[in-house]
């Protein structure tokens, strides 16, 4: 794997747990594991690795949960927000792309895990685009989520206050 020298910065929705990485490694991949299923709560973990030395907790700890005998997978325990997946034995470790503050930073280069791929994943190109939430009869709805918003911005902020 190669090694990307820049900083990254990421953390959960509530902003309990933010970190920060100096260096990146060009891993970007798509694991359809169950058990990454099950982890992230969706079809897919999409997953980009930061170098350990170069990975550090800017705000708050995150709860963790040893999914195998080699494997822990941190989350929020304010929000429940999934950020990592670590094999312990390794010297990486794996951040969830959507915890990254610039999600789309990295795009995934394999998939892996694909044995438990969801059997509709490859015609998704082919499923029409809904539009954004804030037109098609949706303004009031979207409206009302953000005048109550409680998602921290995407970068790194003096404080955190629980909601």
């Avoid at 998704?124 to 685009?129: S, T």
């Avoid at 970068?155 to 909601?163: L, S, Y």
Wanted: aromatic residues 8%; hydrophobic residues 35%.
């Amino acid at each position: 794997m190669k090694r990307i020298e820049t900083t990254v910065s990421g953390g959960c929705q509530c902003g309990a747990v933010r970190y920060r990485a100096t260096a990146m490694l060009d891993n970007a991949h798509l694991c359809h594991c169950r058990m990454c299923q099950k982890a992230v709560g969706n079809v897919f973990a999409a997953l980009v690795a930061a170098p350990r030395e170069a990975f550090t907790w800017t705000r708050g700890t995150p709860k963790v949960f040893r999914s195998s005998a080699h494997v822990e997978r941190g989350f929020c325990g304010h929000c429940g927000t999934p950020l990592f997946y670590d094999d312990v034995r390794g010297n990486r470790v794996n951040l969830t792309m959507g915890s990254l503050d610039q999600a789309d930073a990295f795009p995934p280069l394999t998939q892996i895990g694909t044995e438990a791929r969801v059997a509709w994943m490859p015609g998704l190109g082919a499923v029409p685009d809904g539009g954004v939430t804030r037109s098609g009869g949706r303004e009031a709805w979207a409206q009302a989520i953000q005048a109550s918003n409680q998602q921290h911005p995407d970068h790194d902020t003096e404080g955190w206050v629980p909601r």
